[in-house]
T-cell receptor
Framework: DQQVKQNSPSLSVQEGRISILNCDYTNSMFDYFLWYKKYPAEGPTFLISISSIKDKNEDGRFTVFLNKSAKHLSLHIVPSQPGDSAVYFCAASLNRDDKIIFGKGTRLHILP | DTAVSQTPKYLVTQMGNDKSIKCEQNLGHDTMYWYKQDSKKFLKIMFSYNNKELIINETVPNRFSPKSPDKAHLNLHINSLELGDSAVYFC?????????????????FGEGSRLTVL
């Protein structure tokens, strides 16, 4: 029962270009969406979040877009840097008090 | 100065044994969690404690028992280990809810404890 789906297990992007990571969800009641980044042998670290009342949130090189009608969100990284190579997890929650449900992650490779 | 620390980092044991993983956070957070990342790479929540009180208990076998002696610690004890328990277990914490702490969904994770059951 995958409520949060990341259908691309991996993605390779040239340094300096835009990286676009995609995520789909099934539960229309989710009201909060998050992206986490994970390096090998480390725990995930919070990157950026967006409330369901918004369709865009930007933080430096990172922008998250939310399309509620399509139940889809994406993370844009521009420009991509070598240090962005990591696994990116999309996540969602029903409300502030509820558990955060994670996708399987997408491994991003930034090519020199 | 590590914010969320788990021990041990690696654990190899035989089926049927009992083992514990300890977690401590020095962030002053009210809520702590255990997540499991299995071979399929899903990060699934197992338990959540708020101020030592269990608030989330997912469908986890009774062999898994969390214990929170105080709000800075959340330990995970696993009885009668099975092969399927092999995974990476992540501890995490988050700030409690309140007007002075707008919820961002930010969890602070430990480095993970890789459990291998033989």
């Amino acid at each position: 029962d995958q409520q949060v789906k990341q259908n691309s297990p991996s993605l390779s992007v040239q340094e300096g270009r835009i990286s676009i990571l995609n995520c789909d969800y099934t539960n229309s009641m989710f009201d909060y969406f998050l992206w986490y980044k994970k390096y090998p042998a480390e725990g995930p670290t919070f990157l950026i979040s967006i409330s369901s009342i918004k369709d865009k949130n930007e933080d430096g090189r990172f922008t998250v877009f939310l399309n509620k009608s399509a139940k889809h969100l994406s993370l844009h990284i521009v420009p991509s840097q070598p240090g962005d190579s990591a696994v990116y997890f999309c996540a969602a929650s029903l409300n502030r008090d509820d558990k955060i449900i994670f996708g399987k992650g997408t491994r991003l490779h930034i090519l020199p | 100065d590590t914010a969320v620390s788990q021990t041990p980092k690696y654990l190899v044991t035989q089926m049927g044994n009992d083992k514990s993983i300890k977690c401590e956070q020095n962030l002053g957070h009210d809520t702590m969690y255990w997540y499991k990342q299995d071979s399929k790479k899903f990060l699934k929540i197992m338990f959540s404690y708020n101020n030592k009180e269990l608030i989330i208990n997912e469908t986890v076998p009774n062999r898994f028992s969390p214990k929170s002696p105080d709000k800075a610690h959340l330990n995970l004890h696993i009885n009668s280990l099975e092969l399927g328990d092999s995974a990476v277990y992540f501890c995490a914490s988050s700030q409690g809810l309140g007007v002075e702490h707008p919820w961002t969904g930010e969890l602070f994770f430990g480095e993970g404890s890789r459990l291998t059951v033989l």
